[in-house]
């Protein structure tokens, strides 16, 4: 069998029009326009060089069709956040930038990082996180516009955003029912979904983000899953300074639907983490410091859940000593 350092590694720079691909082990880089004779193109210099892995950046949605050309022809794919690639071109001293050298990049990172080795694709999971994408930015549209609404404006401006808002509003409730039917009509969405949604303070919109955004939930340990929430507190010392820890990272709609969760969870609706967040309170803890370490105590929880299978037990999740 190929041992992991000798599999062939394709890094994919994806543009509007265009790819450029590149093979670092094979010294071979080349550019596909994206038309149909493009991708077949690509494909057939896939095989060629025996590409056992293919790992492109997010680039707005232009990476899924060369993602699912690469996934036909039975290749693993990685999409990787574009942030890390460049801090990574950054640390190792290349600051030169354009197409054909980022591909080269994009493959040096794949062969760095092991986790850079193919993720369990689910079209399901796409479809649903991409609807609930559409969902936050529908909602943030209806959020300016009432905005909007808090400022003096004439008559025939205020009957518009009437107009919108409305149009709006009634399109957002037939988005969210349409989420909510793909989980109940998907079987294992169905299942996570009875499960996350039997903690007290957590509905549908929470439920279908973490299912959407979240796939590693019952799959990683505690530390992974808080680390890509982006609520794992870091250390920041050096030397005998002993700096505040904080939060960084992570995935940010992910995490701020989850914030607005706990606001309702941690404060009212869920016994176990109102004891929680009351007991940080009464340690001096700042009201945002006390929710961040509620939203982790959470996800933790959740990850459990999942693993094991199990709906909400508050006997399960008593309150322990951690901190914030």
Known sequence: MMAQKDLVVAGVDVAKDKVDACTRALGSKQMFASTEEGRREFVAWLRRHKVAKVVMEASGGYEREWAKVARTAKIDVRIVD????????????????????????????????NEATGQTYDAAREKLQ??????????????????????????????????????????????????????????HFAELA?????????????????????????????????????VAPYDDDSGRRRGERHVKGGRRRTRNTLYMACMGAATRYNPVLKTFYERLLARGKLKKVALTACMRKLICILNVMIERRQKWNPAHHVVSGSSA
């Open 194 to 230: 009875e499960i996350i949604e039997s903690v007290p303070g957590i509905g549908r919109t929470t439920c279908a983000t973490l299912i959407a955004t979240m796939p590693e939930l019952g799959r990683a340990s505690d530390k992974v899953v808080t680390a890509l929430l982006g």
């Open 130 to 187: 991409q609807m609930v994408n559409a969902r936050q930015a529908t909602k943030d549209m209806l959020i300016r516009l009432t905005n909007q609404g808090e400022h003096e404006l004439p008559a025939a401006v205020q009957r518009l955003h009437k107009r919108i808002a409305k149009a709006i509003s009634t399109e957002l409730s037939k988005l969210e029912a349409e989420i909510s039917a793909l989980i109940d009509s998907t079987p």
């Open 82 to 113: 574009p942030r890390r690639v460049r801090s990574f071109a950054q640390s190792a001293g290349r600051l030169a930038k354009n197409d054909s050298i980022d591909a080269d990049t994009i493959a040096w990172f794949a062969e760095t990082f």
